[in-house]
């Protein structure tokens, strides 16, 4: 938004009423006239509230770039599940890949006696290397959806590329886009196209502006409705996998307003941190976790060191209910440091 104050009126009056609105605001002195720009991460104030400060003679909006996004819900249902602000924390859990029948059936008994909600688990895989484990593709889907069923669970597996979409719609509730495919537009308008809800990864190079496009541009091609998911971004850090953006997940979930949810498990890229991230996810406002497990996290054939044990599983969920429902701690507004105007 732009400010702009009319002649023979004292900028200094009218820049005190905007800092009064919670604004935070940088002058410019042009030649017909002193303009105040409000800087973005300011709380947002309606125009015609600003327009009766008095001296303001024009208030300039540029229109929103993510129209879509700007009016998406704060909480989504999916499946009956409620995800986002004032629901109850939601838990997502299982292995990285299906590996076998027997083994999905048993992790999905082990994510609902945790207090699970979602069934996770790649049946399409995106390895860094081509020759590790790809996944069994449709055997896997349907592996992963008879489990889920069985246990009252959700499935939350990911689309590859485009011509997979309308298959993992068919099984899943959620489709997962991830990390490497968040810049991915054709797969992005394939999945839109499939009207599911989505979970989008962050891009582990991805700005949260670059991340909010991603998602305009899945519910500008149809998709029902989009949770966000931090998993963490590379740094310069390495004794992480990456390095969970937990700013990121405070910004999307009270200053968005949008549902999100973080993954530890790729982030830390070690099993001993993820109870620990798992809280600080839920402190900062996310409305869950997707967690990697294995019953055997030595003998995972994918992500095995992040991979934690049902017990694990068990001890997380625990904790994470045990919290006020919402899990979310009342967002300070920037409104409240007004008082710094005397
Ligand atoms: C996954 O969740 O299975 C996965 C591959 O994660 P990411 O896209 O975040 O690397
Ligand atoms: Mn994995």
């Not at 935070?24 to 600003?50: C, H, K, N, Y």
């Not at 909480?75 to 995800?83: E, P, R, Y």
């Not at 209910?321 to 701690?329: D, L, S, V």
């Amino acid at each position: 938004m732009i400010v702009t104050v009319g002649p023979n009126v004292d900028p200094s009056l009218v820049r005190a009423a905007l800092i009064e609105h919670g604004l935070w605001v940088r002058r410019f002195d042009g030649l017909d006239a002193v303009q105040f720009f409000i800087e973005p991460m300011s709380p947002s104030v309606a125009r015609e509230t600003i327009l009766k400060i008095e001296g303001v003679v024009d208030v300039a909006v540029s229109s929103p770039s993510t129209p879509r996004l700007d009016a998406h819900p704060s909480t989504l249902d999916v499946g009956g599940v409620a995800i986002g602000a004032g629901a109850a924390p939601v838990l997502m859990a299982g292995p990285c890949s299906v590996e076998t029948e027997e083994q999905i059936h048993s992790l999905a008994s082990e994510v609902a006696r945790a207090g699970g909600s979602f069934l996770r688990g790649g049946a399409f895989k995106p390895r860094t290397s081509p020759y590790d484990f790809q996944g069994h593709g449709q055997s896997a889907l349907r592996w992963l959806r008879t489990a889920a069923d069985q246990h009252h669970l959700r499935v939350v597996t990911e689309a590859l590329q485009p011509s997979d979409a309308p298959l993992v719609a068919e099984y899943a509730d959620l489709v997962q886009v991830g990390s490497r495919n968040m810049h991915n537009a054709p797969l992005l308008r394939a999945v839109g196209a499939t009207h599911r809800p989505v979970l989008l990864k962050r891009g582990m190079a991805a700005t949260v502006d670059e991340w909010l496009f991603a998602a305009e541009t899945l519910l500008l091609h149809g998709a029902q409705g989009v949770v966000l998911c931090e998993r963490g971004i590379r740094g310069f850090e390495t004794s992480t996998r990456f390095t969970l953006d937990i700013a990121a997940v405070a910004l999307i979930a009270h200053v968005h307003h949008l549902p999100i949810i973080v993954d530890p498990s790729h982030a830390a890229g070690r099993r001993d941190l993820i109870p620990a991230l798992c809280d600080a996810s839920i402190a900062a406002g996310a409305a869950g976790v997707m967690v990697e497990s294995h019953d055997r996290p030595g003998c995972a054939l994918s992500d095995g060191p992040q991979a934690i044990s049902p017990e694990t599983l068990s001890m997380i969920g625990a904790r994470m209910f045990a919290r006020t429902p919402g899990g979310r701690e009342p967002h300070v507004s920037n409104s409240s440091l007004r008082s710094c105007v005397a």
